[in-house]
C-alpha cells in the first residue's frame, strides 16, 4: 500500500494485467529493487536510468556523486578537499575498522564530496552528502569540509548548492563532531553576511545535528519529495509521547506546511530549479557596481 | 577514588543539584526574569532576562528543570522548545544594542522530543540560534553546569568562554542512546559513557571549553562567590578583546581542523 502522496502518481494498469506484474521487458537476471512505496520491483539499470525515481514518484536514496552528476553540467565539477578524511579523535571503540569498512563499500573517503561546479551554465560550489558513508553522518571531516567549502565560496565570491542527507552528528567523535554544528554554522553566515546566495537541498533522511546547523541555515530550502526531514528522531518521539505518529510525519511535505521549506522538488525537475534560483541571485557585473 | 564516567553523568541528572535559577538567585540578586518569544509562547524551560553584577548590566539566560516533580513536568525537566531558544535568541539580540555581555546557563538534557516541537521546527531553531550567536558583537560566556544534552546545549553554547562545574558533563548523544544505537543494548549506558569522553576534564582536554569550576573546595556560597568574580574579570577582560567575533569563529574553527 502506497502511503504517500506524490505529484505524479502511478498510472492504471490494471489492463495490462495488474499492478504486480513486473515488465515485460525485465530480464529475469537481473538484479531487481522493490520500492516501499508501491511496492513494485523495479529493474536496477531502469532505477539508475530513472535516477532512482521509482514510477511511482519514490525517491531513492541516491549516491553523492550520482547527485552531483546529475546536477552539475558535464564535465564542470572539479572536486576539492578530498584530503580530508576522518581520524579516531577519542579512540572510540571499532571507530577505525568501521570507518575502513565503509570506505572500501561506498568508494569514498567521507561522507561528503565538495567542490566547484557549473549549474545551469552559473558557477558555485557543490556539496552531496553520501547515504552510503555512515548515512551521512557528520564528523570532524565533513564539518571541516563543509566549513572550507563556505569559506572558499566567501573568498570567491560564488553561491554554495548544498544536498544535505544526514543521520546527523557521528557519536564516535564526541564533542569534537558535535562542535561542527557551531563551526558550519558560523561559515555559512559569513558567506551569507558576505551578500551570497546559499540554496539547501534536502533529502531523506535529514536529521539531528545536520538539520539542526547547515541544513536549515539556507537562504533557500528545497527538499526532494517524501523525505524524512527532523530533528528529533521518530521512534524517541514516540517513545516520549507514547502515541503512534501518522506517516506523514516529518516528511518534506509535512514541513512545507508547517513553513519550513521553501519547495518540494522532484528530481528530475531539481537542476532546472536550482540553475534558475542561480540565475535569480545571479551577482550584478562588477564592473558596473564600480561605476 | 575518582568517579566512573557514568557516576559523573548521574551526578549531573540528579534532581537534587543546583539548578539554572538557584545560580541566577545567588549570582545575580537583581535579575529580572522577562517572558515569550513574541511569536508564539513563553517556554519554562529556559528563564531569560537582565540583571547586574557588581554594576555591570548584563542579559542572563538559563536552562531551568525546576526542583519539585509539579515544577520539573512544568518545565519539561529542562528540554526546550523552539520558543525557548527564540525566547534566547529575541532576548540575547538585545544584549549588543544595550551594550550588555550574556551570560548562558546550560543545564539540559537535550531539547525536547516532541510533535509539537518538530512541527514549530526544532531543528531551525537551534540552527538560527548557532548562526545568530556567532555574529552578536557582545561578550557571551557559557557556563555547562548540569546536564550538557547535544544541540539543545550547544545552541546556548556558541561562545567566547565556555567554562564547566566539575561534575556537569557535555556530550554529543546520551549514553543511553548511544549505547542502543551502536550496541543495540542500553544497558551498556556505562561503557557509553567512557568512550564518549563527556566529562569536564575530558573537554577541557579536547579542547571543547576553556575551564573547569572546581566544586571540592569551600562551601555552597564560597562556590557562587568564586564563580561571581570569575565572571566579572572575564566579562570585564572580554570587553576589552579586540576583534573578538574572528576570535569566537577561530575558537570553533579550529576544532576538528586537520588534513590527513
Same mark, same amino acid.
Given at each position: 500500500?502506497?502511503?504517500?502522496?506524490?505529484?505524479?502518481?502511478?498510472?492504471?494498469?490494471?489492463?495490462?494485467?495488474?499492478?504486480?506484474?513486473?515488465?515485460?521487458?525485465?530480464?529475469?537476471?537481473?538484479?531487481?529493487?522493490?520500492?516501499?512505496?508501491?511496492?513494485?520491483?523495479?529493474?536496477?539499470?531502469?532505477?539508475?536510468?530513472?535516477?532512482?525515481?521509482?514510477?511511482?514518484?519514490?525517491?531513492?536514496?541516491?549516491?553523492?556523486?550520482?547527485?552531483?552528476?546529475?546536477?552539475?553540467?558535464?564535465?564542470?565539477?572539479?572536486?576539492?578537499?578530498?584530503?580530508?578524511?576522518?581520524?579516531?579523535?577519542?579512540?572510540?571503540?571499532?571507530?577505525?575498522?568501521?570507518?575502513?569498512?565503509?570506505?572500501?563499500?561506498?568508494?569514498?573517503?567521507?561522507?561528503?564530496?565538495?567542490?566547484?561546479?557549473?549549474?545551469?551554465?552559473?558557477?558555485?560550489?557543490?556539496?552531496?552528502?553520501?547515504?552510503?558513508?555512515?548515512?551521512?553522518?557528520?564528523?570532524?571531516?565533513?564539518? *571541516?569540509?563543509?566549513?572550507?567549502?563556505?569559506?572558499? %565560496?566567501?573568498? =570567491?565570491?560564488?553561491? $554554495?548548492? @548544498?544536498?544535505? #542527507?544526514?543521520?546527523?552528528?557521528?557519536?564516535?567523535?564526541?564533542?569534537?563532531?558535535?562542535?561542527?554544528?557551531?563551526?558550519?554554522?558560523?561559515?555559512?553566515?559569513?558567506?551569507?553576511?558576505?551578500?551570497?546566495?546559499?540554496?539547501?537541498?534536502?533529502?531523506?533522511?535529514?536529521?539531528?545535528?545536520?538539520?539542526?546547523?547547515?541544513?536549515?541555515?539556507?537562504?533557500?530550502?528545497?527538499?526532494?519529495?517524501?523525505?524524512?526531514?527532523?530533528?528529533?528522531?521518530?521512534?524517541?518521539?514516540?517513545?516520549?509521547?507514547?502515541?503512534?505518529?501518522?506517516?506523514?510525519?516529518?516528511?518534506?511535505?509535512?514541513?512545507? *506546511?508547517?513553513?519550513?521549506?521553501?519547495?518540494?522538488? %522532484?528530481?528530475? =525537475?531539481?537542476?532546472? $530549479?536550482? @540553475?534558475?534560483? #542561480?540565475?535569480?541571485?545571479?551577482?550584478?557585473?562588477?564592473?558596473?557596481?564600480?561605476? | 577514588?575518582?568517579?566512573?564516567?557514568?557516576?559523573?553523568?548521574?551526578?549531573?541528572?540528579?534532581?537534587?543539584?543546583?539548578?539554572?535559577?538557584?545560580?541566577?538567585?545567588?549570582?545575580?540578586?537583581?535579575?529580572?526574569?522577562?517572558?515569550?518569544?513574541?511569536?508564539?509562547?513563553?517556554?519554562?524551560?529556559?528563564?531569560?532576562?537582565?540583571?547586574?553584577?557588581?554594576?555591570?548590566?548584563?542579559?542572563?539566560?538559563?536552562?531551568?528543570?525546576?526542583?519539585?516533580?509539579?515544577?520539573?513536568?512544568?518545565?519539561?525537566?529542562?528540554?526546550?522548545?523552539?520558543?525557548?531558544?527564540?525566547?534566547?535568541?529575541?532576548?540575547?539580540?538585545?544584549?549588543?544594542?544595550?551594550?550588555?555581555?550574556?551570560?548562558?546557563?546550560?543545564?539540559?538534557?537535550?531539547?525536547?522530543?516532541?510533535?509539537?516541537?518538530?512541527?514549530?521546527?526544532?531543528?531551525?531553531?537551534?540552527?538560527?540560534?548557532?548562526?545568530?550567536?556567532?555574529?552578536?558583537?557582545?561578550?557571551?560566556?557559557?557556563?555547562?553546569?548540569?546536564?550538557?544534552?547535544?544541540?539543545?546545549?550547544?545552541?546556548?553554547?556558541?561562545?567566547?568562554?565556555?567554562?564547566?562545574?566539575?561534575?556537569?558533563?557535555?556530550?554529543?548523544?546520551?549514553?543511553?542512546?548511544?549505547?542502543?544505537?551502536?550496541?543495540?543494548?542500553?544497558?551498556?549506558?556505562?561503557?557509553?559513557?567512557?568512550?564518549?569522553?563527556?566529562?569536564?576534564?575530558?573537554?577541557?582536554?579536547?579542547?571543547?571549553?576553556?575551564?573547569?569550576?572546581?566544586?571540592?573546595?569551600?562551601?555552597?556560597?564560597?562556590?557562587?562567590?568564586?564563580?561571581?568574580?570569575?565572571?566579572?574579570?572575564?566579562?570585564?577582560?572580554?570587553?576589552?578583546?579586540?576583534?573578538?567575533?574572528?576570535?569566537?569563529?577561530?575558537?570553533?574553527?579550529?576544532?576538528?581542523?586537520?588534513?590527513?
Amino acid at each position: 500500500m502506497a502511503f504517500l502522496k506524490f505529484p505524479y502518481r502511478a498510472k492504471n494498469e490494471l489492463e495490462k494485467g495488474g499492478r504486480n506484474q513486473l515488465p515485460a521487458m525485465a530480464d529475469e537476471n537481473e538484479p531487481t529493487q522493490d520500492c516501499p512505496n508501491c511496492h513494485k520491483s523495479i529493474p536496477l539499470s531502469k532505477l539508475w536510468a530513472q535516477d532512482s525515481v521509482c514510477a511511482c514518484g519514490y525517491h531513492f536514496r541516491m549516491k553523492a556523486r550520482h547527485r552531483i552528476g546529475l546536477l552539475a553540467d558535464e564535465g564542470t565539477f572539479c572536486e576539492a578537499f578530498s584530503e580530508i578524511v576522518s581520524s579516531d579523535p577519542l579512540g572510540f571503540p571499532d571507530y577505525r575498522r568501521k570507518l575502513s569498512t565503509v570506505q572500501s563499500a561506498s568508494g569514498e573517503r567521507e561522507a561528503v564530496v565538495c567542490g566547484r561546479a557549473k549549474i545551469g551554465g552559473h558557477a558555485c560550489y557543490l556539496f552531496a552528502m553520501d547515504p552510503y558513508f555512515m548515512m551521512g553522518s557528520m564528523g570532524a571531516a565533513v564539518g *571541516e569540509k563543509i566549513t572550507r567549502t563556505f569559506e572558499a %565560496a566567501t573568498a =570567491e565570491r560564488l553561491p $554554495v548548492v @548544498g544536498c544535505a #542527507l544526514s543521520g546527523g552528528a557521528r557519536m564516535q567523535e564526541g564533542l569534537i563532531s558535535l562542535m561542527q554544528m557551531a563551526k558550519t554554522c558560523g561559515a555559512l553566515r559569513r558567506h551569507s553576511d558576505a551578500g551570497l546566495l546559499y540554496i539547501a537541498l534536502l533529502s531523506d533522511p535529514t536529521t539531528g545535528g545536520v538539520t539542526a546547523s547547515f541544513a536549515m541555515g539556507g537562504d533557500i530550502i528545497l527538499a526532494e519529495p517524501g523525505a524524512t526531514i527532523g530533528f528529533a528522531g521518530t521512534r524517541v518521539i514516540e517513545q516520549t509521547t507514547h502515541k503512534a505518529l501518522p506517516k506523514t510525519f516529518q516528511k518534506s511535505e509535512f514541513l512545507l *506546511e508547517h513553513g519550513f521549506v521553501d519547495a518540494i522538488v %522532484a528530481r528530475s =525537475e531539481q537542476k532546472a $530549479v536550482i @540553475g534558475k534560483l #542561480l540565475a535569480l541571485h545571479e551577482e550584478e557585473d562588477h564592473e558596473q557596481i564600480g561605476v | 577514588m575518582s568517579k566512573s564516567a557514568y557516576e559523573i553523568v548521574q551526578q549531573a541528572r540528579s534532581n537534587k543539584r543546583r539548578t539554572g535559577l538557584d545560580f541566577v538567585e545567588h549570582l545575580f540578586p537583581d535579575f529580572m526574569e522577562l517572558h515569550g518569544d513574541r511569536r508564539y509562547a513563553d517556554d519554562p524551560a529556559i528563564v531569560g532576562g537582565g540583571a547586574t553584577l557588581r554594576g555591570m548590566p548584563v542579559t542572563v539566560i538559563a536552562m531551568e528543570k525546576g526542583h519539585t516533580s509539579r515544577e520539573r513536568a512544568r518545565r519539561t525537566f529542562g528540554a526546550p522548545h523552539p520558543e525557548g531558544y527564540r525566547k534566547a535568541l529575541r532576548l540575547m539580540q538585545q544584549a549588543p544594542k544595550f551594550h550588555r555581555p550574556i551570560v548562558c546557563l546550560v543545564d539540559t538534557s537535550g531539547a525536547y522530543c516532541g510533535v509539537g516541537a518538530e512541527e514549530r521546527g526544532q531543528g531551525q531553531a537551534i540552527a538560527e540560534n548557532l548562526m545568530e550567536m556567532m555574529t552578536l558583537d557582545t561578550p557571551i560566556l557559557s557556563i555547562l553546569i548540569g546536564e550538557g544534552g547535544s544541540g539543545g546545549a550547544l545552541a546556548l553554547a556558541v561562545a567566547d568562554r565556555v567554562w564547566m562545574l566539575q561534575s556537569a558533563v557535555y556530550s554529543v548523544i546520551s549514553p543511553e542512546g548511544c549505547a542502543s544505537i551502536l550496541w543495540k543494548d542500553a544497558k551498556l549506558a556505562q561503557r557509553a559513557a567512557e568512550c564518549l569522553k563527556l566529562t569536564a576534564q575530558d573537554a577541557l582536554q579536547n579542547g571543547i571549553i576553556e575551564e573547569i569550576i572546581s566544586e571540592d573546595e569551600g562551601t555552597e556560597n564560597e562556590l557562587y562567590a568564586r564563580l561571581e568574580e570569575k565572571i566579572a574579570s572575564t566579562l570585564a577582560q572580554l570587553k576589552q578583546e579586540p576583534d573578538r567575533l574572528n576570535k569566537r569563529y577561530a575558537r570553533f574553527r579550529a576544532i576538528g581542523q586537520k588534513a590527513e
